[in-house]
């Protein structure tokens, strides 16, 4: 049975910074992507970054480029999300999630087939 398990989130105040991880366990970890979405109250889930086997190709939405960096230790079975200089709009339940098929890096919540419990990040002053 594969697991996903974030931690790392919290409270910050706007402009600050957190390092989210998912760790995974279960079997070898070698999901040609991994990825991260957030969900915010009343909203749908969605997108955020994603990164390949190798970790050369990677895909950010826009609102989050140059602020958010996405990482993986495949030797650690983790994946990472550094979060920098953050609005109130990043505020949001945050989810790791693994996709097994060697289709690339997609942005749609149905590609993936494994989730973690989700991690919540809060900013305000």
């Known amino acids: 049975q594969i697991q996903l398990v974030e931690s790392g989130g919290g409270s910050v105040q706007p402009g600050g910074s957190l390092r989210l991880s998912c760790a995974a366990s279960?079997?070898?970890?070698?999901?040609?992507?991994m990825a991260w979405f957030r969900q915010a109250p009343g909203k749908e889930r969605s997108f955020v970054a994603g990164?390949?086997?190798?970790?050369?190709?990677?895909d950010y939405v826009d609102s989050v480029k140059g602020r958010f960096t996405i990482s993986r230790d495949n030797a650690k079975n983790t994946v990472y999300l550094k979060m920098n200089s953050l609005t109130p709009e990043d505020a949001a339940v945050y989810y790791c999630a693994a996709d097994r098929n060697l289709i690339g890096i997609r942005r749609d919540v149905e590609t993936y087939d494994y989730w973690g419990q989700g991690t919540q990040v809060t900013v305000s002053s």
């Open positions: 990164i390949s086997r190798s970790g050369r190709t990677i």
């Open positions: 279960g079997r070898n970890f070698n999901f040609p992507t």
